[in-house]
């Protein structure tokens, strides 16, 4: 059962770059990068959920962190966000991209708790910052979203990185006075 709902998320995640659907995506920045970019990262994640757990290595750990702050960062980009608008190929690389980086968090966070500590933290950092510069921006800096939209999606990548700064707080509470 697992399996199905991983292959319809999937599904869902990637529906909107299908052309009868691609309107969402040109219509509105926030669909773009606060749905289905996330979207994309969740399905990679379920799908290499279900695998066994692994004993990762530093190195393995590393080079999967660096693969997801790099993808991550590509991906906020004003100019990466245009392109995959306008060019069917690029949307394409955003999908396989976005899908892998999820199915490396799996990876990722079983090395070194200090490493994921730094990368989240990282990540997290990047969001808000990130999100602080769309939404402060005067000028348009995606060419295909208005400025209104730009700033809105400004405003929920922050309060994204808010709500999963939230959640890692959680979870490191939670793994340090119940560790079973």
């Given at each position: 059962m697992k399996v199905y709902a991983s292959?319809?998320?999937?599904?869902?995640?990637i529906a909107p770059s299908l052309p009868p659907f691609k309107f969402l995506l040109a219509s509105s920045m926030v669909t773009h990068m606060l749905i289905q970019i996330p979207a994309l990262v969740l399905a990679g994640y379920w799908l290499n959920a279900a695998s066994k757990p692994v004993n990762t290595s530093l190195l393995l750990s590393l080079s999967c962190?660096?693969?997801?702050?790099?993808?991550?960062?590509?991906?906020?980009?004003?100019?990466?966000?245009?392109k995959a608008l306008i060019d069917a190929n690029w949307?394409?690389?955003?999908?396989?991209?976005?899908?892998?980086?999820?199915?490396?968090?799996?990876?990722?966070?079983?090395?070194p708790k200090i490493l994921s500590l730094f990368f989240a933290g990282s990540?997290?950092?990047?969001?808000?910052?990130?999100?602080?510069?769309?939404?402060?921006?005067?000028?348009?800096?995606?060419?295909?979203?208005?400025?209104?939209?730009q700033q809105t999606t400004g405003l929920g990548l922050m309060l994204l990185a808010a709500?999963?700064?939230?959640?890692?707080?959680?979870?490191i509470r939670h793994d340090i006075f119940e560790p079973n």
């Open positions: 292959v319809l998320f999937i599904i869902a995640a962190w660096l693969w997801i702050l790099l993808a991550s960062m590509f991906w906020m980009l004003p100019i990466s966000v245009d949307d394409i690389f955003k999908i396989i991209t976005l899908l892998l980086s999820g199915m490396l968090l799996k990876p990722a966070f079983a090395g990540s997290l950092m990047m969001l808000f910052s990130v999100g602080h510069f769309y939404q402060d921006s005067e000028s348009r800096l995606c060419n295909s979203y208005l400025l209104a939209s709500a999963l700064l939230l959640f890692a707080l959680y979870k």
